[in-house]
């Protein structure tokens, strides 16, 4: 119910806006997709396999699905089950001398950031910044990222 009334809502508003219902943040996309391949614990989705992430809440998709670039052969993006350890607004990569905007990390220097969405990253999962800053505003620390093959 609690999902259909934020859908309901956030269709009412322009794209690019956000609305906030309760303690959720709802951010409308030109398509959302009615389900994500995660568990309902998830506060964050990735499919490896699909190049595509969301942000949940109760197992109810509250944004995207997103595209995204991840890990290139020798640095794979790990699929499991992880917590949000530490976020940045504005970091930059020691190892690889790059910046890194809206940095929120969950598995040690694996990160969901502002990236190119044409070239596969080191590990790391690049996202566009719209949507890497919606990540970051709305993935508090010791929220659960899965990440699915």
């Known amino acids: 119910m609690r999902a259909r009334r934020l859908a309901t809502a956030a269709a009412s508003v322009p794209l690019g806006l956000a609305l906030m219902v309760g303690a959720a943040v709802v951010m409308p996309q030109q398509a959302h997709a009615a389900t994500a391949p995660c568990a309902a614990t998830a506060r964050a989705c990735l499919d490896l396999s699909d190049n595509q992430a969301w942000l949940m809440d109760n197992g109810n998709v509250i944004y995207g699905p997103v595209p995204v670039t991840h890990g290139k052969p020798g ?7 992880f917590k949000v350890q530490r976020k940045y607004r504005h970091y930059r990569s020691k ?3 790059a910046p890194m905007p809206y940095s929120v990390f969950f598995n040690g220097g694996i990160a969901f950031h502002q990236g190119s969405l044409t070239q596969k990253s080191h590990g790391c999962v690049h996202l566009s910044k719209e949507a890497a800053s919606t990540f970051f505003h709305t993935l508090r620390i010791g929220d659960q990222v899965q990440v699915v093959p």
Request: net charge neutral; hydrophobic share 30%.
């Open 75 to 81: 640095w794979l993006t790990p699929p499991g089950t």
């Open 95 to 97: 190892q690889f001398n």
